[in-house]
């Protein structure tokens, strides 16, 4: 079955550590995003990526890092730069087509500071 | 600017109808959206409503679409228990660009 696939489940960083969130999809979508959700608030946009080797910044993207080397792929870095990193993050993918195309979503990742 | 506002909190019994309200900004918006959370999960896409469109039906979910008063509202029938989660509406940014504007998102609590 066709899907998004986040991992870890759950990630914990130390102080001045950085740390990588990977998302997959085998959806064959060109689209690729991250949000970061925190208790009570809607989702806020990271990075988004609209095709492989190009990617712009969302709202709240001081702090983080990303790359689209891959169709598949769009791993989110938290850098140490991030003071609050604490939050759920949800990567989507959506098809060609600009924002007229629902967005599908994996299942988070929870990050926490150790 | 862009917003979407939901209230926090629903509270229903189970067999009752809930109806979840979201006001939007945009109103060259093409697409709105239902999405549901449970907990720790991502968001799972419940249905869309094309901005031509007046109502949507889908099995136990009506969503109505005010375009005027730039109301959308989301009306489940006979709610279940398994319908306790978090709903999010949202809208398709500035045209042209792959942005989605998300509401704050509904608690809707089912009881027994």
């Known amino acids: 079955d066709g899907g998004i696939t986040q991992s870890p489940k759950y990630l914990f960083r130390k102080e001045g550590q950085n740390v990588t969130l990977s998302c997959e999809q085998n959806?064959?979508?060109?689209?690729m995003y991250w949000y970061r959700q925190d208790p009570g608030q809607g989702l806020r946009l990271i990075y988004y990526?609209?095709?492989?080797?190009?990617?712009q910044k969302g709202d709240i993207a001081e702090g983080y890092s990303v790359s689209r080397e891959k169709k598949e792929s769009f791993p989110l870095t938290v850098t140490s730069a991030q003071k609050n990193p604490t939050a759920f993050y949800l990567c989507a993918s959506s098809t060609p087509g600009g924002s007229n195309q629902p967005q599908h979503f994996g299942d988070g990742t929870r990050l926490s500071i150790l | 600017g862009e917003d979407v506002e939901q209230s926090l909190f629903l509270s229903v019994r189970e067999g009752d109808s809930s109806v979840i309200n979201c006001t939007y900004t945009d109103s060259s918006s093409t697409y709105l959206y239902w999405y549901k959370q449970e907990p720790g999960a991502g968001l799972q896409l419940l249905t869309y409503i094309f901005s031509n469109m007046d109502m949507k039906q889908d099995q136990r979910l009506t969503v109505l679409l005010n375009k005027k008063d730039k109301h959308l509202s989301l009306r489940i029938a006979d709610t279940q228990t398994g319908d306790s989660a978090i709903y999010f509406c949202?809208?398709?940014?500035?045209?042209?660009?792959?942005?989605?504007?998300f509401g704050t998102g509904t608690r809707l609590k089912v009881l027994a």
């Open positions: 959806l064959n979508h060109d689209a």
């Open positions: 949202a809208e398709t940014a500035t045209s042209g660009t792959y942005k989605y504007i």
């Open positions: 990526s609209q095709i492989v080797n190009d990617f």
